[in-house]
């Protein structure tokens, strides 16, 4: 952007809150793709020019009207908590923080509206108050903002009972911007939210989320031990697989990674195999005999009243492991893993000897297609990029699907390509390109001459 371009825009937003401290504007260009030591050196100084915070889809509409006028690319951020760089500007220009637009519109039996910057612990604070909750949230959820799930995200601490985000039904309507010339508001319903959902922000500035809820439980947090790495991941199988036990979360750890969970330490005797879970206070009854079926043994139990109180195991599990570990060894990276069912537990304890510690094994059970699948986090002892390669082409051969964390284009990512229809809204709601510019291979930005 020239000086004199990015000082119109900012006589244009006079009304609007617009940040243009160098050190606040570099802290608000960025997320967690710390995580991964390729991502590091690939996004360093990577900034926007200036961050605009809209207070509501009006104050959206006018910023977008400008960045089109004068060809300023956009990056939307909410909390930033996603992983693989999706908010970080490559080619500088406006930071759209949808962090102030926190209306919840509403609250009914089995459905909630809300605008883009809700926290999704806040939505499902006022959900429960109904006797409802959200469907799915990521380990973030205190943080993350819900058109930062949608647009970033996948699944969750929920995905065991009702599978990712994208499956049909996890997502009613979205209310988008366009960045064109004179934009638009699109409400987005049914099918057609597929064409923005998971699309890193290349194609509409989402103002509004529709999501269905789930009927709220008592949510028992427990923590199963076992001797044995395979025990527990069969226990796991065979939890998920018990369709008449209520669960929200079978989260399974190898040793040694429970020893970085330090505020757990007297719940997980060292060198221990552990298995995290959410489960609906009605079926803990059925618990103990599937836990000695496996020899494992409960070491941990809170009910759903002592929710509030101390640490949340939701906290230590999907991609707050990776947190957790990183706060203890910062060579430790991650990977993103679904094995295929039809391999299922025999891969993975292929994969658990064939790496040892190199790759430390971290399971989560999710729903998919009607089946329980084993997804996996897995830890990795980071050497170089070409061994993280290696061990990334090793999983694929075997047939494992890598949604890859180390790469900041989509395509590289794990979709290998963009959804066609994502690709013809693009065409028809950012026609130059404005949108998070960069992030496909698809779509090439050229910057333009000053206005």
């Known amino acids: 952007m020239t000086i004199k371009n990015l000082d119109a825009l900012i006589h244009s937003l006079a009304d609007i809150e617009v940040i243009t401290d160098a050190s606040q504007v570099a802290k608000l260009s960025q997320d967690y793709h710390t995580f991964s030591p390729v991502l590091v050196p ?29 060809r300023i690319p956009v990056t939307v951020r909410g909390a930033g908590t996603g ?9 500088g220009g406006v930071i759209l923080d949808m962090t102030k637009m926190q209306d919840i519109l509403w609250v009914k039996p089995g459905v909630a509206r809300v605008e883009a910057g809700v926290k999704l612990a806040a939505l499902d604070k006022q959900a429960r108050e109904i006797g409802w909750e959200m469907r799915m949230a990521p380990s973030t959820y205190r ?116 020893q970085y969970f330090h505020a757990l330490h007297s719940h997980i005797p060292e060198g221990s195999h552990s298995a995290f879970l959410l489960l609906a206070e009605s079926s803990l009854e059925l618990l103990p005999g599937l836990v000695q079926q496996f020899g494992g043994q409960i070491t941990y139990q809170k009910l759903a009243h002592e929710a509030g109180k101390g640490v949340s195991l939701a906290e230590f599990t999907w991609n707050h492991t990776t ?75 075997k047939g494992v699907f890598i949604a890859n964390p180390h790469t900041y284009i989509i395509e590289d990512g794990g979709r290998k390509v963009i959804d066609p229809e994502q690709l013809k809204f693009k065409e028809m709601v950012d026609p130059y390109r404005l949108m998070n510019p960069g992030k496909s291979k698809m779509l090439q930005f050229n910057i333009p001459d000053d206005k």
Request: with cysteine.
């Open 83 to 91: 992983n693989y760089g999706q908010c970080v500007p490559l080619h």
């Open 323 to 397: 947190l957790h570990a990183r706060s203890v060894d910062t060579s430790i990276t991650y990977l993103q893993s679904v094995i295929p069912p039809d391999k299922g537990l025999p891969l993975v304890e292929h994969l658990y000897h064939y790496f040892g510690d190199e790759v430390m094994m971290h399971l989560e059970f999710m729903r998919m297609n009607g089946v329980v699948v084993v997804g996996a986090l897995q830890l990795v002892r980071y050497t170089t990029a070409q061994r993280l390669n290696e061990i990334i082409r090793y999983h694929e051969a």
């Open 143 to 258: 943080t993350a903002t819900i058109a930062g799930f949608v647009a970033g995200g996948s699944g969750g601490i929920g995905s065991i009972q009702y599978g990712l985000l994208g499956d049909r039904g996890n997502i009613l309507a979205l209310r988008v911007v366009t960045l064109e010339d004179e934009p638009r508001v699109i409400e987005l319903r049914g099918d057609d939210v597929q064409k923005v959902n998971h699309a890193w922000g290349i194609n509409g500035i989402i103002t509004q989320v529709e999501i269905p809820l789930a009927a709220a439980y008592p949510w028992a947090e427990v923590i199963v031990t076992f001797d044995d790495f395979m025990n527990a991941a069969k226990f796991g199988q065979s939890l998920g697989n018990a369709d008449g036990m209520i669960k929200k979360l079978i989260s399974v750890f190898a040793s040694p990674i429970p």
């Open 42 to 70: 690939l996004l360093a100084g990577k900034v926007g020019d200036l961050v605009v915070r809209p207070a509501n889809e009006e104050e959206v509409l006018k910023v977008a009207a400008m960045c089109a006028r004068y």
